[in-house]
């Protein structure tokens, strides 16, 4: 089966910088991608990961250990606006499996 | 621009009763998937077609059934609709390629009484 760890709710201040991990347990593992969702919208593409290291996207970077099947997004210059939930995602085949979703609180 | 749309958008719908969710897409995708979004449970595949007259069962794909009769749709139908189906949907499209982004639609919130 399919397994995806990851925090249920992280809470930092504007401006500073938050990691959220994720764990997995996947058979026939690709890559591991992340969704941000806000309350009430759609789950909307943030980045992917097919190999070890460090992706960077303005101020989003993800992060891929194969080798520790672990990753994690860090968001940088948090702004009010990133508050939502993060979700990972474990890409098998042409399948995603999700993590839970870790809801991100920004406060000024 | 290429889309993905559900419809409807909220319906709510009697125990024992046959609901059918629509799914549109417009990017010509192959893959497409239905997930439920529940508290606390992240999102959950119900089902999966990678092409026409392609349909796979996903991790909590009881009561539901999808069919795949061309590119552009993938209904997803509750044969008969139980409280425990109250969540809200979402359905979801890539090209397959790996690592491509998945788009999603809006989602429905279904409540069955």
């Known amino acids: 089966g399919q397994s995806l760890e990851q925090p249920s709710e992280v809470t930092a201040v504007e401006g500073a910088i938050v990691q959220i991990n994720c764990t997995y347990q996947?058979?026939?593992?690709?890559?591991l991608s992340w969704y941000q969702q806000h309350d009430g919208g759609a789950p909307t593409f943030l980045s992917y990961?097919?190999?070890?290291g460090l992706e960077e996207t303005g101020r989003f970077s993800s992060f891929l250990s194969r080798s520790d099947s672990y990753g994690y997004l860090l968001l940088q210059e948090l702004q009010m606006k990133d508050s939502a939930s993060y979700f990972c995602?474990?890409?098998?085949?042409?399948?995603?499996?999700f993590g839970g979703g870790t809801r991100l609180m920004v406060k000024p | 621009d290429a889309e993905i749309t559900q419809s409807p958008r909220h319906k709510i719908t009697e125990t024992g009763r046959q609901v059918t969710l629509a799914c549109h897409q417009t990017?010509?995708?192959?893959?497409m998937f239905w997930y439920r979004q529940d508290l606390g449970h992240g999102l959950r595949l119900i089902h999966y077609?990678?092409?026409?007259?392609?349909?796979n069962k996903g991790e909590v794909s009881d009561g539901y059934s999808v069919s795949r009769s061309n590119t552009e749709d993938l209904p997803l139908t509750l044969e008969s609709a139980a409280s425990s189906q109250t969540s809200v949907y979402f359905c979801?499209?890539?090209?397959?390629?790996?690592?491509?982004?998945?788009?999603f639609g809006q989602g429905t919130r279904l409540t069955v009484v």
């Open positions: 995602a474990a890409e098998s085949g042409n399948m995603l499996t």
């Open positions: 077609s990678y092409g026409v007259q392609d349909t």
């Open positions: 996947t058979s026939g593992f690709y890559g």
């Open positions: 990961n097919a190999l070890d």
């Open positions: 990017w010509n995708h192959n893959n």
């Open positions: 979801a499209s890539s090209d397959g390629a790996g690592g491509t982004e998945a788009f």
